[in-house]
């Protein structure tokens, strides 16, 4: 059975980050799964639709490799449908009702995080923010709200310059923000009492993976005894790295930082554009999540509540086959 439009779309949509961030690209992944389900005209047959579902939830996950958000939200719905019965038209209901409840936990999650980690933030704060996170948005938003923050910091982020849309986002809320270049961040350091970010992918050991730089600006925080606070939802944090496994950095096209005509005529030139890095827990003062504020060290805490279930499952093998194994298998 052919792949709805719609679905391409959204898995394309991720690929070239038309759709980004980690949280939005986790909902979009939910949302393609629904669907999927909703667009099905294969043979009334159930294993013929988990088939199918297995060929959506493959697609979408293949798109970015960094972000776990991704997966989880995938293995969010697709265990849930592992672990139905009944007919098509069942297991169709099931699809489209764990997705929305991905998507409405998603959304709840990241307002609770602004609420919870307001109360992080002091009174007339100097905050600085690095790339686009949804995440640290809420916080700073609602901290503005709360009358505590008096200037953001806002990196450009290159080579994509998700810092313009941070610009955008905070400006629409009538938080004052000034955008520095990534390089001026150690000269700004100075000015700012506060530092909150978001994170593709956190690790058991407490590593928060986000944008690349993010280690940078931890770093030079940690240098001017500068607070970090990453937002971040629980469905952010792996279960593959309670067995070891590395997150995998992605590395996007050289044609983002410099045009293809340079790169023709500069061949011996190797242009690298590495999407995120890893910031060690000792760089981070807290983790702030739905469930509340955390020490990174306690990351394996919250694993082992939201994914305590996969553990044997994961030690068992590879993470796609052991969430999936009742429905991705072909
Ligand atoms: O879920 P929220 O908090 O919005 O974003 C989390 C992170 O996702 C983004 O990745 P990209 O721009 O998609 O590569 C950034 O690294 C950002 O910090």
């Known amino acids: 059975m052919e792949i709805p439009a719609k679905v391409l779309e959204i898995a394309e949509g991720i690929k070239t980050m038309r759709i980004r961030g980690a949280g939005r690209i986790a909902r979009a992944a939910a949302e393609a799964l629904k669907i999927a389900a909703e667009n099905y005209k294969g043979p009334n ?10 060929r959506i939830a493959n697609l979408v996950i293949s798109t970015r490799p960094t972000a776990v958000s991704l997966p989880n939200a995938v293995i969010y719905v697709m265990y849930n449908l592992g672990k139905a019965s009944g007919n098509v038209e069942e297991l169709k209901r099931i699809v489209v009702s764990t997705a929305e409840k991905f998507i409405e936990e998603s959304l709840n999650a990241v307002k609770k995080i602004g609420m919870i980690g307001a109360r992080r933030i002091k ?35 290159r080579p994509f310059y998700q810092g313009r849309i941070t610009y955008k986002h905070l400006s629409e809320h009538g938080v004052p923000v000034t955008q520095i270049p990534d390089s001026a961040v150690r000269y700004i350091m100075n000015e700012v009492d506060q530092v909150v970010v978001g994170a593709d992918t956190i690790a058991s050991n407490g590593a928060v993976v986000n944008k690349i730089g993010t280690s940078q600006v931890a770093l030079v925080a940690h240098e001017a005894r500068v607070r970090v606070f990453v937002a971040a939802e629980t469905y952010k944090f792996s279960p593959a790295t309670l067995i070891g496994e590395l997150v995998p950095i992605e590395f996007r096209p050289p044609t983002e930082i410099v045009p293809q005509e340079w790169i023709d005529k500069h061949r011996n030139v190797e242009v690298l554009n590495p999407a995120f890095d890893v910031t060690p827990p000792e760089y981070i003062d807290a983790i702030i999540t739905e469930q509340g504020v955390i020490p990174p060290q306690s990351a394996i805490l919250v694993l082992l509540e939201r994914f305590g279930w996969a553990l044997e499952k994961i030690k068992q093998g590879g993470l796609g086959k052991i969430l999936f194994e009742e429905t991705l298998e072909e």
Not at 45 to 54: C, I, L, V
């Open 45 to 54: 047959d159930p294993g013929e639709f988990r088939k199918y579902m297995s």
């Open 123 to 157: 009174d007339n704060a100097v905050v600085l923010t690095h790339c686009h996170s949804t995440a640290a948005a809420s916080v700073i938003i609602t901290a503005y709200k709360m009358g505590k923050i008096v200037k953001v910091y806002s990196t450009e982020t």
